[in-house]
């Protein structure tokens, strides 16, 4: 693609990426194949490559964003599917990304609109404020036809509802500074993300990450001074916000590096763990960062990723279906297809692709707060797909699609890594003691 760019424009260091991104574009719309919006809605303008326009547009120009723009860009859902299809390697994530830095930076929103993103905000990626959010939803459920009804708000606030568990999770006995040391010898050292909405809504997850890991000879840590990744502010365009949160995990895991030693930064939530392995992008230009940040994105390793380089023993057949839904931060983001497949099936379980396994599920973050019509729609279609395939189970490795995809079926869903801990020795999964 032909850009225009002033060289005053192009001393900005963001400008000057994307513009090299915009330049790979060569408008040959593969992409438009396996966007999800574009498949709902086909409009040029919900592709990835009509929102390339309309960002090249923007920013060649130097226009602030405009109503139209904004309505495209937040139909994103920066699935990424479109960065797996594309044959010339256009780095989309990180154009979306500055474009909707840009957004926030020179776009009002409607009232309604910022105070549900600035809610969002100021919750979701604190536990604490999270879990009491959760305990306020349990009282306004019964609510929420009524509330649906309500003008402009009532969409957005019937999902938050809708997607708040009926019943609130219990606290993880885990917290920050423990060290969980292995009875039969230390092989590696491994520090695990906490996270911030997970274990509110699934503290199962990294506990059963723990007692794995640990039964294998790793050490695990969790490091003091650790939050949020910041994927869901950055996500929304809150660039200093996210910056922030990935400096204060990067200071946290330096300690370690320093103190200790660590062989790997593990995550168990797709969608952090591309942020965190961008983290070298992100503060790129931060002199007291940039080397920080890349050696954290270096260490940084999905669980089923760190899993597949130890030497895990083959368990006996379970006699069990399990449709693995390939979130799309694992499979697009991360590149991670394979590995978690190869691990349920050496833990003896049958694993099922689902058809059309690169179109996303409608959670993406904050996705199916936002944009809840898409993300139903979204949702339906994958939940039409796994059931196909006539499952005992669902495997996933990213909480968000597994709150999506579970409110649209009666499959049970859990995520990879405690299928794993089950087959190994741990305790089976709640929502499948039934079938233990």
């Known amino acids: 693609m032909q850009t225009n760019f002033t060289e005053a424009q192009l001393a900005d260091p963001q400008t000057a990426a994307s513009e090299k991104i915009l330049r790979t574009c060569v408008h040959c719309g593969f992409c438009t194949a396996t966007c999800p919006t574009y498949l709902l809605l086909g409009d040029e303008l919900d592709s990835p490559r009509g929102r390339i326009y309309l ?91 009524l509330l649906e009804r309500l003008p402009v708000l009532g969409p957005r606030l019937g999902a938050m509802l809708s997607l708040a568990p009926s019943t609130l999770p219990p606290r993880s006995a885990a917290k920050a500074g423990d060290v969980f040391v292995p009875s039969t010898g230390r092989l590696r050292r491994v520090a695990l993300l906490t996270g911030c909405a997970q274990p509110v809504l699934d503290p199962a997850i990294n506990d059963a990450t723990i007692r794995l890991l640990t039964r294998l000879g790793v050490e695990v840590v969790l490091p003091k001074g650790e939050g949020c990744c910041g994927a ?5 365009g809150r660039e200093h916000e996210g910056h922030a949160f990935a400096k204060a995990n990067i200071d946290a895991w330096t300690a370690e590096m320093e103190g200790a030693g660590l062989d790997a930064i593990i995550i168990t939530a797709s969608g952090c763990g591309t942020t965190i392995k961008d983290y070298g992008h992100m503060l790129r230009e931060d002199a007291a960062y940039a080397a920080k940040a890349a050696r954290v994105s270096a260490l940084a390793k999905d669980i089923t990723e760190f899993l597949a380089g130890l030497d895990l023993p083959e368990s006996e057949p379970k006699g069990l279906t399990v449709a693995y839904h390939s979130a799309c931060s694992m499979q697009h983001g991360q590149k991670i297809t394979d590995a978690p497949k190869l691990l349920l099936r050496r833990m003896g379980f049958t694993v099922k692709d689902v058809p059309e396994a690169h179109i996303c599920c409608g959670s993406a973050g904050v996705y199916n707060i936002l944009q809840p019509e898409i993300a139903g729609q979204l949702r339906a279609r994958k939940v039409r797909n796994i059931e196909r395939t006539k499952p005992d189970l669902i495997a996933a490795g990213n909480i968000g699609c597994m709150t999506q995809i579970g409110k649209g079926t009666e499959i049970p869903i859990v995520h990879t890594v405690q299928l794993i801990d089950w087959a190994t020795g741990g305790p089976a999964p709640e929502s499948l003691k039934s079938l233990a």
């Open 55 to 145: 960002i090249k547009d923007m920013l060649e120009n130097g226009k602030p964003a405009n109503a139209e723009v904004v309505t495209h860009l937040d139909r994103c859902l920066s699935c990424l599917s479109c960065m797996t299809t594309c044959p010339s390697g256009v780095h989309y994530q990180h154009l979306i990304d500055h474009a909707r830095a840009h957004v926030e930076e020179t776009f009002e929103r409607p009232w309604h609109d910022r105070l549900m993103r600035e809610l969002l905000a100021r919750v979701l990626p604190y536990p604490g404020r999270f879990r009491l959010a959760l305990a306020g939803a349990l009282l306004g459920k019964p609510l929420r036809p």
């Open 232 to 236: 869901l502010v950055h996500h929304m």
